[in-house]
């Protein structure tokens, strides 16, 4: 693809976009409620994903050729290149999702909302409808909490997540040590 070249389809301004590791795939989301997944070879949408309710604000690429998408509805969805309707749907956000953010490694995603909460999701869950554990924030910058750290505001909420099995396992190990 030529530099400068544009990717046209969506009907309304795009408000997120995020290119793969890869640097041939890039997803796009919009005020029209669609999230795209483009081929930067070709210039052409690969995939026109309609889930949300309300505009895509946020889209992130994941490992392992997914991307997610959130927006005004609050819901986080996870896409695999090539399937028309998501692999995954985090839930737990009760305002719109304005940003998400891969961790370094690509085992975690964080997710920042309207309802002045951050949310980490580990990706390898298998159980991503669940939401995360949550943790009432404690001074600025840091988060009580006996699983896992996150930073946060000190007015709001930081989430943690853990799969559920995992989280069992720490509890019972947790109440073990403390008798």
């Given amino acids: ?22 640097g041939k795939t890039v997803a796009t989301g919009s005020f029209d409620t669609k999230t795209s997944i483009w081929s930067l070879e070709t210039g052409e949408a690969r995939d026109v994903l ?3 309710e309300g505009e895509v ?10 991307f997610a998408s959130a927006g005004a509805d609050g819901r986080i969805a996870i896409w695999q290149i090539g399937r028309g309707e998501p692999a995954h749907i985090l839930e737990g956000h ?53 699983t896992r750290q996150s930073a946060a505001g000190s007015s709001g909420l930081a989430q943690t997540g853990d799969c559920p099995r995992r989280h069992a396992r720490r509890e019972s190990s947790r109440r073990r040590r403390h008798r």
């Fill in 1 to 22: 693809m030529a530099h400068g070249a544009e990717l046209r389809g969506h009907g309304g301004p795009v408000r997120a976009i995020s290119v793969a590791p890869d």
């Fill in 94 to 146: 009760t305002g719109p999702v304005a940003d998400l953010e891969l961790s370094p490694d690509g085992s975690m995603m964080a997710s920042a909302s309207w309802d002045t909460t951050v949310r980490l999701w580990p990706l390898a869950c298998k159980s991503a409808r669940r939401p995360p554990v949550r943790r009432r924030c404690g001074r600025a910058g840091t988060v009580a909490r006996p």
């Fill in 57 to 66: 604000s946020a889209v992130a690429a994941l490992p392992n050729r997914r």
């Fill in 50 to 52: 309609l889930f949300h």
